[in-house]
């Protein structure tokens, strides 16, 4: 523990370019000091990773290297550790924990604040989080796939229980308040005479630092006080008043509101433009950058005005439609390099799995490009000041966009601060910095900041989308139902959720990346949520081939202990034997098991004989991802990834052709809305002996299949392409001969 002048100098960041930190440095220190002021900093330092032997060890970059200039540490070597994150605690008594994660509405800004005043011993109202800022906050690779809880919340766990040392020491130290005290609720007590000190007088005029990396000691799950129980959601007044600000929020003095020229259609390029009649509107100003041509105006009314004045001609490419998309994935795979690339597992043989099998079932599965269809589409405010750049963005990744940033305008990134005000939902659709980028070039035109506010259909349309996906699958079975054989291929959509959780000795499992006719990339579950959909929809055709029970062919084939918990809890609690069957009711059963996450999903949907209209009755979901933070919380969570999910299920499907978004509004695209949720059931087992797992993905993967397998049971009709019900009603062609 280093304790050092209140008056020292600072010198330097608190991390190299590289996000890296030498705490052997004598001004390792300073900077915290000079973000933060006097008291006590706590550092979770990641361990230096040296580089593995052999010549290659001067190969490619890795994500984590966060160098700030283009620097990247040599095939995921570094010399230095890795500032993961820091807490300081003030005079005041105010906790500030500094971390690069960011909040799209998960709510993490009160499960991280539990879990650090857990470990603290301090008062949940006495911390706060600063997130998402380059310039204090330490790099981070983005915040997705679940990793909050699962890394940073131990980092959090780790530097508190740390802090919460270090106050006890000083305490010791200076006889605050006594030579034996005792930290709760951020007051230290000496039993003994009766003597009580607050966190902010051990710390007022200090400069401590000290660090913490790999294990140390922090309080059992079981013994939680704080944590793992329900509390207020952290800042949570200002969310019902209106009084919480956004990225489309953010307004500075002089700021001017901007607007960007697009194509009518993808790949299309500009041949002729005229901005005579836009350059006439008072206040407008348009701006040729490169390739973009845009504008800004005092308001966003008048730049949109503007804009429709522009007059461009432009040369389009012929390109492909949805009626045309599932061969096209096939006919076109394509190699990628790294762990985005093809992937192949097999086990045992699959031609003695074959002939053991009494029944063969092979079938494909379709799913449709969708939208993330956030509340708040991208905004962005930028602003130059001499020389250095400032952007305000919702972005899951702040650091990604400073580097994008940079490279795009060709400054150090030293030079560029990107602040990430609360995003109105992204569901993994804010990985990059478009609006930034754009809000970036048009200020340093015209030398004002400039908001850009992405429209809805520009959302839509220009945003990246869920890959598409086909998937083929092939079981083969004995008589008393255990699998023998099992082949499974997905196309396009990605690796996740990829092998099965059942036992198989004899099986092929692969994923080959497509060339993809639309903008893709990652989404809440990423390709889990297709590669659940096959599997789970092709395990209930099997027990139907085989006139077996769903739920016993999968308890029947099932070895992990953790998923037969949350299977069998799920048909407990759904009354699953018990079931009564009626006329176009159909109940059905997935299970799944995703970044840490293991889940049932139980439905009952109502079909209308005579329309084709799909209700939702019911819906019950057993999940267990280790030791709950915060119960209401998950339970949140878990009620959003269910209703999300039904609109995956049953209507959502991105329209397109010859390289035109047709239905990019809402007015077009089909998400739920409040007749269509159901009544909901949220079963949480809290498994204190387990550490937490990821939980604001994995919950939406079951709802798909539990879906079209009740609207199989209710009706006799397997639909195998997502989604089941578009526009909310089953297609005639298929259901007609069940009318």
Known sequence: MAERPADAPAAGGPARADGTGDPGDEHFGDR???????GIVVVFLIPEKPPPPGPKASGAKTPGAAAADGAAAADGARSRPVIGSWLHIAGDGTVTVYTGKVEVGQNIRTSLTQVVAEELSAPVAAVRLVMGDTDVSPYDIGTFSSLTTRTVGTQLRRI?????????ALAVRHNLPGRVPVLLDGIL???????????GEVAAGRRVVETASGYRAVTPYDQWLIAGLPADKSQGRDFVTGGHRFSSDVVLPGMVYGRVLRPPAFHASLETLDTAAAEAVPGVTVVRDGDVVGLTAPDGWTAARALALVEATWRRVPQIGRQDLFGYLRQNPVDVPGRAGAVTHRGGSLDEGWAAAATRLRRTYTMDYIAHAPMEPRAAVAAWRNDRLEVWTATQRPFAVRAELAR??????????????????AFGGKHTGEAAVEAARLARAVRQPVKVLWTRAEEFTWGYLRPAAVVDVGAGARTDGTLTAWEFSCRNAGAEGLLSPYHVEHQRVEYQPSRSPLRQGPYRAL???????????????????????????????????????????????????????????????????EKGGHLATCAEVAVDP?????????????????????????????????????????????????GVIANASFAGYRVPRFPDVPKLEVVLLDRRDLPPAGAGESPIVGVAPALGNAIFDATGVRLRALPLAPRGVLDHAETGSWR
């Open 527 to 593: 390709a889990a949520t297709a590669n659940h959909f096959a599997r789970e929809t092709h395990m209930d055709e099997l027990a139907r081939t085989m006139e077996v029970d769903p739920l016993e062919l999968r308890q029947r084939n099932l070895r992990d202990p953790r998923l037969l918990a949350v299977l069998n809890a799920a048909a407990d609690a759904f009354g699953w034997e018990g079931r009564v069957r009626r006329a176009d009711r159909g109940f059905g059963l997935a299970l799944g098991r």
């Open 160 to 168: 508190a229980a740390a802090a919460k040392q270090v106050v006890l």
């Open 189 to 199: 007590t000496d039993h003994r005479t009766g003597r009580k000190a607050t966190l």
């Open 32 to 38: 915290f000091f000079e973000i933060a002021g006097d």
């Open 408 to 425: 795009v305008l060709g400054v150090p990134e030293r030079d560029v601060r990107v602040v990430v005000p609360d995003a109105g939902s």
């Open 610 to 658: 005579e329309t084709g209209h799909v209700q939702v009755e019911r819906v019950v979901q057993v999940f267990e991802c280790g030791a709950i933070v915060n119960p209401d919380h998950l339970r949140g969570q878990v009620e959003g990834a269910v209703v999300q999910g039904i609109g995956g299920a049953l209507f959502e499907a991105v329209d397109f052709d010859d």
